[in-house]
């Protein structure tokens, strides 16, 4: 029970990558805010973690909408006072040729991908401060580094998540706040299967894999720092 009594905020948290890490940090002993759209999806995923006997609750939140980010830190806020570990996962991803793209595509991704982890970091820096072990970690993808096609909007939202994360870390790293940042490629979950169709699943990363490595960064803080991760998958060529 590594991280016993943390206080951790996971977005996106009612399935794939976010589930998974919400699930492994309960098992570490953290006390998780999951946090999502679907309440039902929240409940199921705060009791996996109740029945596992962590502690968990669920906080229904659209966080495309500023006052319900807020509402999200001002909830654990009152209940504790302070936040251990920030969890930026929520994300969206997009299929389409960069001409068939809309503006108003683009900017919902931007604003779910980009702005929303850039006003939680914001709002959440204050108790962050009031923990002895903050930690920020932002889950980014592979084409925070690359560009493929039929991913401009995707990969320009990536970009700008990792870019803000890079210069947020120089800014409070003094404070020993740590931020991460973990890029991960071919992992399959619900948002790949719709984005990826042609995608079977067959040798790819699960969610499991990154929510390991996630746990990893959040409960090793020794020295030796690691700011960013690139994870691919074992069949196929680094990206970086």
């Known amino acids: 029970m590594k991280l016993k009594d943390k206080i951790a905020i996971v977005t996106g948290a009612g399935q794939g990558l976010g589930r998974a890490i919400a699930l492994m940090l309960g098992e570490e002993g953290a006390v998780v805010a999951v946090v999502g759209r679907t309440t039902s999806k929240l409940e199921s995923v705060a009791a996996e973690i109740t029945q596992a ?43 389409r040729s960069f001409e068939e793209t809309t503006m108003a595509e683009f900017d919902r991704i931007m604003a779910l991908n980009a702005r929303v982890p850039y006003l939680a970091c914001h709002l959440a820096l204050p108790l962050l401060r009031c923990s002895e072990c903050a930690s920020i970690l932002n889950i980014a993808s592979v084409v925070a580094h690359k560009g493929y096609p ?70 090793h803080r020794t020295n030796a720092v690691i700011d960013e ?6 069949g196929k060529e680094p990206f970086l």
Request: with cysteine; aromatic share 6%; net charge negative.
């Open 53 to 95: 006997g962590g502690r968990a609750w669920p906080i229904t939140a659209d966080l495309t909408e500023e006052d319900q980010v807020q509402g999200m830190v001002d909830q654990v806020m009152e209940k504790y006072g302070r936040i251990d570990i920030l969890v930026n996962n929520a994300g969206m991803a997009l299929s």
């Open 150 to 219: 039929l991913q401009s909007a995707y990969a320009a939202s990536k970009h700008a998540l990792a870019g803000f994360m890079k210069s947020l870390a120089s800014e409070v790293y003094r404070e020993d706040i740590r931020v991460h940042l973990i890029s991960p490629g071919g992992v399959f979950t619900d948002m790949v299967r719709i984005a990826r169709p042609d995608l079977t699943g067959e040798d790819m990363i699960l969610p499991e894999d990154i929510a390991e490595i996630a746990a990893f960064f959040i409960e």
């Open 229 to 234: 991760i690139c994870v691919h998958r074992s």
